[in-house]
Nanobody, 119 residues
Framework: QVHLVESGGGLVQAGGSLRLSCAAT?????MGWYRQAPGKQRELVTR???????KYLDSVKGRFSISRDNAKNTVYLQMNSLKPEDTAVYYC????????????????WGQGTQVTVSS
């Protein structure tokens, strides 16, 4: 059975930093993070392919950075200069062979981790 295990969420003041981790029980070509705030649609924050190609939501460019350790099947999300509007449940996501181009191509989801940024 495939699992994505997330860690690293929490409460932080605006301007602070958090680092999320997601460890998978198998290898995926694309891994990344979606987020969903109350009353809003789930959106792609960032994703990275096994080859290192990345994609970011415009509002997080320059503040968030995704990386992965292919040997450990783990992806990391470093979030700096956090803003209250970054508050959401963050979900790790994975696509076995594709690039996770759309939400419909996500094949596995983590359980979600809460990130709360206070003003």
């Amino acid at each position: 059975q495939v699992h994505l295990v997330e860690s690293g969420g929490g409460l932080v003041q605006a301007g602070g930093s958090l680092r999320l981790s997601c460890a998978a029980t198998r290898s995926f070509n694309a891994m990344g993070w979606y987020r969903q705030a109350p009353g809003k649609q789930r959106e792609l924050v960032t994703r990275i392919t096994k080859g290192g190609t990345t994609k970011y939501l415009d509002s997080v460019k320059g503040r968030f950075s995704i990386s992965r350790d292919n040997a450990k099947n783990t992806v990391y999300l470093q979030m700096n200069s956090l803003k209250p509007e970054d508050t959401a449940v963050y979900y790790c996501a994975a696509d076995v062979g594709g690039t996770m181009a759309t939400m419909s191509s996500v094949e596995y989801w983590g359980q979600g981790t809460q990130v709360t940024v206070s003003s």
